[in-house]
């Protein structure tokens, strides 16, 4: 089933339903009906077909996040092509990579990113549209004629190219299919009927995964997006409050930054009725916080998964963020049971499948996997095995009742005399102390021991390293003690709160660690 139909189906039921407020809009928030956005929709799929986009091309869009961005994605799935939500906090380099690796042949963007993007352009890209431009965008919308259907697709047909955040190396094009996508959505919901689902918050960017989930579960089941451009904790809170929000994705930086805003305490959040958080590891000590900080009344959930699987596999549900019980304390550190379309084994370094608490790679098998990656034979192959399982590169286990535990990731671990040590363990141990913000743990290159443990961190202000370093004799090991800490005003992150732990390290040699 073609992707653009999880707007058909509900556009048809409810048409003159709510289905978005646009925060983004000049002049204040904009509400949308859903005959409203499907009638943008066919225009802008119109528009394509007039600028010679035919079924599998490829179709750009680098914008943050707005209605008209949401109606060229869906435009794009109209038509049959392949849209490419790109990142656009990218740098030159990336950007070069992400408009000639996906060979784009028309990009939609703003003209904040104009001089980046004619900087990158590759001789296979067309035609450039300005969203933000009515003259542009908006007037050559209009002018189209209208494209009354979708086009139909095979499910293995391609729906979209989501280039992975890159930490290590230029992003990888994960192909995800009409099938995989669609499905999961249709899988945990059904389409709108008018009845009331609640207000749901987007603050992740549509060129994440979890984003464009987020944003097609509520479209479809009938819940009414508030679309933010970009998160701001201030004005999320804001946007909570004035607008009534109900359901909630932050990743975990996003959440900690909300619960160090001096606005949090006085913020009216009582419509809040559940926040998930995921897409990057979540300190246990953020969603205590959390918990202890936000109303009783909402429910938090944790949600494991990546891009390569179609988003969530795992959840860690609501029940079990009620820490009434030691076994609850000690699950708040897992992502949770995996979806009932999910498989999931723990495997050694040879390939044996280990048994409960015995600690090896994540290895997930779904209908909905990629389909792989984009031009990229070889490393779909190291990814995705014979028998379909996708090898994620986490380590972690089971425990008795199949609780899934991370820790970490199978390049990050610090060995240290032959000793293992997850990066993210002696990172939860520095989140517990009240002057930590953030931090980050890797390995330094050392001629005794192999490597070191190196901290950095960032300290609330006036805060000093003496406390917190009393705080990790107390509770580390001492082979896992970190050996010098680097105090820093900000940690390089991707957008959605990732680590990039190897852009630390050139950082931390340079300064003599």
């Not at 944003?215 to 004005?235: H, K």
């Not at 070889?378 to 996708?390: C, F, N, P, S, Y």
């Not at 001492?478 to 957008?495: D, G, I, Q």
Request: aromatic share 6%.
């Amino acid at each position: 089933m073609n992707l653009a139909s999880l707007l058909d189906l509900p556009s048809m039921i409810v048409p003159d339903s709510l289905v978005l407020i646009d925060t983004t809009a000049s002049g204040g928030p904009r509400e949308v009906t859903y005959g409203e956005l499907r009638e943008a929709v066919s225009l802008t799929a119109g528009m394509l077909t007039e600028l010679g986009v035919t079924q599998g091309d490829r179709v750009g869009v680098f914008a943050t996040n707005s209605c008209a961005a949401l109606e060229a994605l869906f435009a794009i799935s109209a038509v049959g092509a392949t849209m490419v939500p790109m990142n656009y906090r990218a740098a030159d380099e990336e950007v070069t990579h992400l408009l000639a690796d996906s060979g784009a042949k028309v990009l939609f963007t703003e003209t904040r990113y104009k001089e980046l993007v004619e900087r990158c352009r590759p001789d296979s890209l067309n035609e450039v549209i300005y969203l933000d431009v009515a003259d542009d965008y908006a007037a050559k919308r209009d002018a189209a004629e209208e494209f009354p259907l979708v086009v139909e697709v095979e499910d293995d047909e391609l729906a979209a190219l989501l280039y992975t955040s890159g930490t290590t190396s230029l992003p990888k094009g994960v192909k995800l299919t009409h099938g995989a996508l669609s499905g999961y959505i249709m899988g945990a919901n059904d389409a709108a009927d008018g009845s009331d689902m609640g207000r749901m918050i987007l603050a992740a960017p549509l060129y994440h995964i979890a984003g464009i989930t987020s944003m097609l579960n509520a479209l479809y089941s009938g819940r009414i997006t508030i679309m933010m451009s970009q998160f701001e904790p201030d004005q999320w809170l804001d946007l909570v409050a004035s607008q009534g929000a109900t359901h909630a994705f932050l990743v975990p930086t996003m959440l900690a930054k909300v619960l160090e805003s001096p606005n949090v305490g006085s913020t009216d959040l009582s419509s809040l009725e559940a926040l998930t958080y995921g897409a990057a590891p979540m300190p246990p000590a953020v969603i205590r916080r959390a918990i202890e900080m936000f109303p009783d009344t909402v429910g938090f959930s944790g949600a494991y998964g990546q891009t390569e699987t179609t988003s969530t596999v795992a959840v860690l549900g609501p029940d079990d963020h009620k820490l009434d019980s030691e076994v609850k304390l000690a699950r708040l550190r897992s992502v949770g049971q995996v979806l009932d379309d999910v498989e999931v084994r723990i495997v050694d370094a040879d390939g044996n499948v280990l048994g409960p608490g015995e600690p090896g790679e994540v290895q997930l098998r779904t209908y909905r996997a990629m389909d792989g990656y984009w031009g990229a034979e070889e490393k779909t192959r190291v990814t995705i095995d014979t028998e379909g399982w996708v090898h994620t590169g986490d380590l972690g286990y089971l425990d008795d009742d199949n609780y899934l535990f991370l820790s970490g990731r199978t390049g990050d671990m610090i060995i240290r005399g032959g000793e293992n040590i997850a990066p993210e363990e002696v990172e939860a141990v520095l989140y517990e102390h009240e002057d930590v913000l953030d931090a980050c743990v890797v390995g330094l290159n050392d001629e005794t021991w192999g490597e070191r443990v190196v901290a950095a961190v960032v300290l609330r202000d006036g805060a000093t390293l003496e406390g917190l370093q009393k705080h990790v004799q107390a509770h580390l090991a001492s082979f896992k003690r970190p050996e010098a800490f680097h105090v820093t005003e900000e940690l390089p992150r991707t957008s959605t709160g990732k680590l990039l732990r190897r852009h630390l390290i050139p950082i931390l040699e340079e300064q003599g660690i």
